[in-house]
């Protein structure tokens, strides 16, 4: 599989059709970071630990949202990420950075070999039930009354759905 392999399948899991906009309009808002998060919060990753510096649920979170913010290749999606406010990269839950404390949001190369760590299918899946969950609380990444960063935000994110988390692919 490849990064457009990997891309298409988060942007059909979304509903994001390849002439329209995109699903999130401008800055995105924390709490839709921190909800996309829960998706991946129990991705197993079967990466070799060496030179790890990402959690996997970090960067699919990372490079869904910036699916959903326009991106439609990796340097984009990785330029989209850098320019994010801490709050939001804080909620996706990228690494510190040990230099600077700031959070960093991953590469360009480090999301350019994630295709390669995921079941295309188990994301599409997870995400699917995230957007119909998201959408049904009336959250769909646009500004608006009960939207994010209306002041209006209506009821909490539903929290990920039981089970969610077998995006690793398999192992060797």
Known sequence: MSSLS???G??????CRDDGPPLVDG??????????AGVFAGARDRRGAR??????????????LAVACGAARIA????????????????LGCRRSPATGLFEAPSASTLGRLHKAVDVVALQADLVAWAVRWALAGRDGAAGPGRP?????????????????GHAAPGP
């Open 6 to 8: 990997l891309i298409r």
């Open 10 to 15: 988060i942007r059909f899991a979304l509903g």
């Open 27 to 36: 800055p995105p808002p924390a709490e839709l970071a921190a909800s996309l």
């Open 51 to 64: 030179g790890l510096r990402h959690q996997l649920p970090s960067l699919l979170a990372t490079f869904t």
């Open 76 to 91: 984009p999606a990785a330029s989209m990420a850098a320019g994010w406010d801490q709050q939001v990269l804080e909620a």
């Open 149 to 165: 960063g209306t002041g209006d935000e209506g009821p909490p994110a539903p929290a990920p759905a039981a089970g969610a988390g």
